[in-house]
């Protein structure tokens, strides 16, 4: 089946410090994914940071950016500069085109950014 | 701005009760969705609606699981008996475009089946 997976499950980073949050996924029964990025911040409910559903594309919100890269499957989420107010939880997930209800999630890494 | 709204925020049920959760789309939204998240299985699609109609059931949950929307502002999901397996943050989310692709989910119902 296909699967989105999120190596790390919490990472730290200093304010002002760039971000990496890797994200690799499988796609066997979908050709080409939708892939997004959803983000939860602390006492809210998920909600959607950015989407790409072109390969080679990239999606940017928030300062956030993430590029779907078809031969390494990735869809990394990364900023150059973090704020404190970042700090949350983030889930990269993938969909069929068309289908974005249908989500499979990875499972999540949560971001503390030090003051 | 009202989000989507569900209650309540935690349920605490002993094995074989009946309970009910509730949830208020985005004003304005047509589709409706409940999922079902835990660590192991990830999210999982209970129902769908679509205009109050029922599109997807989410096939290995239409035993116990029964999720109705009465009016285009207000869904309910049915256990009905409740088994320890079902302790799960249970998800509603909601969409108002066509493709489905930016959804906006509530904070969730974290059920404890004991």
């Known amino acids: 089946g296909d699967s989105v997976t999120q190596t790390e499950g919490q990472v730290t980073v200093s304010e002002s410090k760039s971000l990496i949050i890797n994200c690799t996924y499988s796609a066997t029964s979908i050709g080409y994914p939708n892939l997004f990025w959803y983000v939860r911040y602390p006492g809210e409910g998920l909600q959607l940071l950015l989407k790409v559903i072109t390969a080679g594309q990239k999606g940017s919100s928030r300062g956030f950016e993430a590029t779907y890269n078809k031969e390494a499957t990735s869809f990394h989420l990364q900023k150059a500069s973090v704020q404190e107010s970042d700090s949350a939880v983030y889930y990269c997930?993938?969909?069929?085109?068309?289908?974005?209800?249908?989500?499979?999630f990875g499972t999540g890494t949560s971001l503390l950014v030090d003051p | 701005d009202a989000g989507v709204t569900q209650t309540p925020r935690h349920e605490v049920a002993e094995k074989g009760q009946t309970i009910i959760l509730k949830c208020e789309p985005v004003?304005?939204?047509?589709?409706l969705f409940w999922y079902r998240q835990t660590k192991i299985q990830g999210l999982e699609l209970l129902s769908y609606f679509r205009s109050k109609s029922l599109m997807e059931d989410g096939g290995a949950f239409k035993d116990r699981f029964k999720a109705e929307m009465l009016n285009s502002s207000f869904s309910t999901l049915k256990i009905q008996p409740t088994e320890p397996k079902d302790s799960a943050v249970y998800l509603c989310?909601?969409?108002?475009?066509?493709?489905?692709?930016?959804?906006?989910f509530g904070h969730g119902t974290k059920l404890s089946v004991l």
């Open positions: 989310a909601s969409s108002g475009d066509i493709s489905n692709e930016r959804l906006f």
């Open positions: 997930a993938l969909s069929a085109t068309n289908m974005g209800y249908k989500l499979t």
């Open positions: 004003s304005g939204h047509n589709d």
